[in-house]
Protein backbone atom coordinates (compact mmCIF):
# COMPACT_ATOMS: atom_id res chain seq x y z
CA UNK A 1 0.00 0.00 0.00
CA UNK A 2 1.44 3.43 -0.99
CA UNK A 3 1.57 5.98 1.40
CA UNK A 4 -0.42 8.89 0.12
CA UNK A 5 -0.04 12.88 1.63
CA UNK A 6 -3.90 14.20 1.72
CA UNK A 7 -3.94 17.39 0.08
CA UNK A 8 -6.54 20.10 1.75
CA UNK A 9 -8.80 20.98 -0.92
CA UNK A 10 -9.10 24.33 -1.34
CA UNK A 11 -12.74 25.54 0.04
CA UNK A 12 -14.36 28.50 -2.07
CA UNK A 13 -17.18 29.60 0.37
CA UNK A 14 -14.72 30.04 3.36
CA UNK A 15 -12.50 31.90 1.40
CA UNK A 16 -15.11 33.94 -0.08
CA UNK A 17 -16.48 34.71 3.48
CA UNK A 18 -13.14 35.61 4.31
CA UNK A 19 -12.31 37.83 1.88
CA UNK A 20 -15.92 39.49 2.86
CA UNK A 21 -15.13 40.04 6.39
CA UNK A 22 -11.87 41.97 5.10
CA UNK A 23 -14.46 43.99 3.10
CA UNK A 24 -17.19 44.84 5.90
CA UNK A 25 -14.99 47.34 8.09
CA UNK A 26 -16.32 45.46 11.10
CA UNK A 27 -12.18 44.64 11.75
CA UNK A 28 -9.72 46.84 12.76
CA UNK A 29 -6.69 46.57 11.86
CA UNK A 30 -2.84 45.42 13.63
CA UNK A 31 0.48 45.08 12.36
CA UNK A 32 3.17 42.75 13.77
CA UNK A 33 0.30 40.17 15.71
CA UNK A 34 -2.55 38.33 14.72
CA UNK A 35 -4.78 39.88 16.95
CA UNK A 36 -3.30 42.68 19.64
CA UNK A 37 -5.71 44.92 21.83
CA UNK A 38 -8.70 43.98 19.87
CA UNK A 39 -7.13 44.61 16.54
CA UNK A 40 -6.09 42.17 13.84
CA UNK A 41 -4.39 41.19 11.28
CA UNK A 42 -5.81 39.71 8.03
CA UNK A 43 -4.34 36.57 8.84
CA UNK A 44 -6.22 37.02 12.69
CA UNK A 45 -9.42 37.47 10.67
CA UNK A 46 -9.07 34.45 8.85
CA UNK A 47 -8.48 32.52 11.90
CA UNK A 48 -11.04 34.09 13.67
CA UNK A 49 -14.05 33.75 11.12
CA UNK A 50 -13.05 30.33 10.76
CA UNK A 51 -13.13 29.70 14.79
CA UNK A 52 -9.97 28.74 15.51
CA UNK A 53 -9.59 28.26 19.18
CA UNK A 54 -7.83 31.80 20.27
CA UNK A 55 -6.07 32.00 23.83
CA UNK A 56 -4.10 34.79 25.67
CA UNK A 57 -0.45 35.29 25.09
CA UNK A 58 0.66 35.84 28.40
CA UNK A 59 4.44 36.36 27.96
CA UNK A 60 3.65 39.85 25.98
CA UNK A 61 3.96 43.10 28.83
CA UNK A 62 1.08 44.30 29.97
CA UNK A 63 1.46 46.81 27.17
CA UNK A 64 0.23 44.36 24.96
CA UNK A 65 -2.45 42.07 24.82
CA UNK A 66 -1.40 39.26 21.90
CA UNK A 67 -3.70 36.42 21.54
CA UNK A 68 -2.37 33.41 19.36
CA UNK A 69 -4.84 30.71 17.42
CA UNK A 70 -4.41 26.93 17.62
CA UNK A 71 -4.89 24.43 14.89
CA UNK A 72 -3.91 20.74 15.89
CA UNK A 73 -1.42 21.81 18.25
CA UNK A 74 -0.03 24.70 16.32
CA UNK A 75 0.05 28.07 17.53
CA UNK A 76 2.51 31.05 16.86
CA UNK A 77 1.47 35.06 17.53
CA UNK A 78 2.25 36.08 13.84
CA UNK A 79 1.55 33.17 11.77
CA UNK A 80 -0.97 30.34 11.66
CA UNK A 81 -0.66 26.63 11.10
CA UNK A 82 0.30 25.94 7.19
CA UNK A 83 -1.90 22.88 7.50
CA UNK A 84 -4.58 25.19 7.99
CA UNK A 85 -3.92 27.54 5.58
CA UNK A 86 -3.22 25.13 2.79
CA UNK A 87 -7.26 25.17 2.77
CA UNK A 88 -7.04 28.84 1.27
CA UNK A 89 -4.50 28.19 -1.27
CA UNK A 90 -1.69 29.68 1.09
CA UNK A 91 0.93 29.20 3.57
CA UNK A 92 0.85 30.17 7.50
CA UNK A 93 2.28 33.85 6.62
CA UNK A 94 0.62 34.24 3.63
CA UNK A 95 2.30 32.94 0.91
CA UNK A 96 0.91 31.65 -2.20
CA UNK A 97 1.41 27.47 -2.58
CA UNK A 98 1.87 28.06 -5.96
CA UNK A 99 4.77 30.13 -5.65
CA UNK A 100 4.94 33.93 -6.94
CA UNK A 101 4.51 37.15 -5.14
CA UNK A 102 1.64 38.70 -3.75
CA UNK A 103 0.44 41.90 -5.36
CA UNK A 104 -1.62 44.54 -3.04
CA UNK A 105 -2.62 48.08 -4.34
CA UNK A 106 0.54 47.80 -7.07
CA UNK A 107 2.92 46.28 -4.53
CA UNK A 108 4.99 43.78 -4.38
CA UNK A 109 4.72 41.70 -1.35
CA UNK A 110 6.00 37.83 -0.39
CA UNK A 111 2.56 37.05 1.20
CA UNK A 112 -0.39 38.91 2.99
CA UNK A 113 1.27 38.87 6.62
CA UNK A 114 4.13 41.35 5.03
CA UNK A 115 1.69 43.41 3.10
CA UNK A 116 -0.64 43.51 5.91
CA UNK A 117 2.42 44.69 8.71
CA UNK A 118 3.20 46.99 5.35
CA UNK A 119 -0.50 49.16 6.08
CA UNK A 120 -2.05 47.55 2.95
CA UNK A 121 -5.61 48.38 3.95
CA UNK A 122 -7.90 44.81 4.87
CA UNK A 123 -9.75 46.37 1.13
CA UNK A 124 -6.59 46.33 -0.92
CA UNK A 125 -6.26 42.62 0.52
CA UNK A 126 -9.54 41.70 0.32
CA UNK A 127 -9.12 43.01 -3.71
CA UNK A 128 -5.61 41.24 -4.05
CA UNK A 129 -7.03 37.79 -2.37
CA UNK A 130 -10.15 38.34 -5.11
CA UNK A 131 -7.79 38.35 -7.74
CA UNK A 132 -6.22 35.15 -6.48
CA UNK A 133 -9.26 33.66 -6.41
CA UNK A 134 -10.38 34.12 -8.99
CA UNK A 135 -13.67 35.82 -7.43
CA UNK A 136 -15.70 38.85 -9.21
CA UNK A 137 -14.49 42.67 -8.31
CA UNK A 138 -16.04 43.98 -5.34
CA UNK A 139 -19.06 46.44 -6.44
CA UNK A 140 -18.85 49.72 -5.20
CA UNK A 141 -22.13 50.77 -3.60
Avoid at 53 to 79: L, P, T
Avoid at 116 to 127: L, S
Wanted: overall charge negative.
Amino acid sequence: MKNRKTRAKFNVEKARQWVEELESGKWKQENGFLCNNGEYCCLGVLAEVNGLEKFRDNSWSDYYDVYRFRYEGYDDDAILSDKFTKEFALTGSGERLSGGSVYVHGNQYSGLAAANDNHETFVNIAAALREIYGFEPREVE
